[in-house]
């Protein structure tokens, strides 16, 4: 009898096991479990404060054990799934590009997780971490405009909240006016898109007559929303603790998750690819020039990264199959390096000169950084090299209208940041102001985690420098 009733325990155990692990239930669970940690964290007693800081690492990491759970079947199997449970409406289109970017962004969260710096408010800066993971990961694996429009309101909110959560102080009033306006533009396009296919979440329809304006709009808006953020939280008063790794987040995730977003949405669509094209274009041509003028390591971080941001929507613009690709390629590399680059930027948050004989005291993590701008200067055999060239080459292959502005604005930008990176390079390896001194103090130097992490993407991008030629190397 006993022996009966524990094989029936078992089998109903198991059975809830296969349900939770199956795709229709593990994904949407990954995605509603830091949001309702968010929700627990806010309401905690204040007692709480010091026992539940664990609770948003633990967190992502189950999101994402979650997630890797169901890779095979999502694999063998891609399938579209409906949000009526989270949403009156909505779609997340669940296929391996998407999971692996949900996974990118769970791991880039988990890397720039706040590392004990002081701080007031940890259950609301910890809340709201977690609320722009959940955006985070689903913004990758929204398969429509009304998702998208939902996912990237929550995202830029969260972040939003997050800054505050350090300043302690609204947005400046420019922030607010551009998410207002981005707001109106954005939710334009989808109704816009709606009056067309009678459907807010209808997929994506090349034959759709109205598919350029609302692609126009959707984009205009996010980018009008998306543009001040990363550079939001250096407004802050001198007072306040502002790390490097809060912008990372803006650039990050949150910029990566809503390109892919939009590029996965728009680009079955007709003629959208112009609107690719002209946001890269400018996109690399403001990062670039924006490099040039950077003052700060942060600065200079966040400028980059809008530059790259360009080049991969120039990627996701190429009518052939690999632009996908080489978009989804440039997010990753550029994710890469903004993780490894933003803790070193906490510590190294003055002007240019005093980053004067740095090498010296913090040789290894100088090392790593070494490395990592070789590859942003497209020196071979390393991953940006690789990037870049096979961007120049499909363009040229493509030979649509316009190619040939693409071709020279990827040369002139890889030119403008070359530039601005040995100028800043060279500051690493000067002798100090004055002969026998310590560069920085103590406190300043890059600590082990951030020093391990930049040399550990340092090794990858090395690794990586002989791995890639197989996959990129194709007959042009």
Known sequence: MNSSLASKDARVFYEVLSVLASTEFAVPLALLLPALTAVLLAARPARWSEPTRWLGPLTLVVSGAWLLGVWPAIVAA??????????????????????????????????????????DRPAQRDAARLVLATAAMALPLAGDPATVAVFGELAVM????????????????????????????????????????????????????????????????????????PFAPWRAPPTVVMPARLAALASGPLVSGLALALARWALPLADTGVVLMALGLFAAALGTFGLWRACTLPQALARWSTAQLG????????????????????????????AAGAGLATRWNGPWERLRGVARDA????????????????????????????????????????????????LLATLGEAGALLRAMQH????????????????????WRDTALTATIAVLALGAAFALPAVFVSPW
């Open 158 to 229: 969260a972040f939003l909240n997050l800054a505050r959560a350090y300043r302690q102080l609204p947005a400046p009033p420019g922030v607010r006016l551009a998410q207002a306006l981005g707001s109106i533009l954005v939710w334009a396009g989808v109704l816009l898109w709606y009056r067309a296919t009678g459907d807010l979440c209808c997929e994506a329809n090349g034959a759709t007559p109205t598919a350029l304006p609302s692609v126009a709009l959707v984009y205009g808006g996010f980018a009008l929303k998306l543009a001040p953020l």
């Open 311 to 338: 080049l991969a929507l120039l990627a996701f613009a190429l009518p052939t199959p690999i632009g996908g690709f080489l978009g989804v390629a440039w997010l990753l590399h550029r994710l890469a390096l903004l």
């Open 428 to 447: 690493l390896y000067d002798l100090p102001a004055a002969s026998g001194s310590t560069a920085f103090p103590e406190w300043r130097l890059p600590t």
């Open 363 to 410: 040789p290894l993590a100088v090392a790593g950084v070494t490395v990592l701008a070789l590859s942003l200067l497209s020196v071979p055999p390393l991953p940006g090299f690789w990037l870049r060239i096979q961007l120049v080459f499909a363009w040229a292959a493509a030979g649509t209208p316009g190619h040939l502005l693409v071709m020279a604005a990827v």
């Open 78 to 119: 891609p399938t579209t799934l409906a949000l009526g449970a989270m949403l009156p409406f909505g779609t997340l289109r669940i296929d391996a590009l998407g999971v692996l970017a949900a996974l990118a962004a769970v791991s880039f969260l988990l890397l720039l997780w706040s590392r004990g710096e002081d701080h």
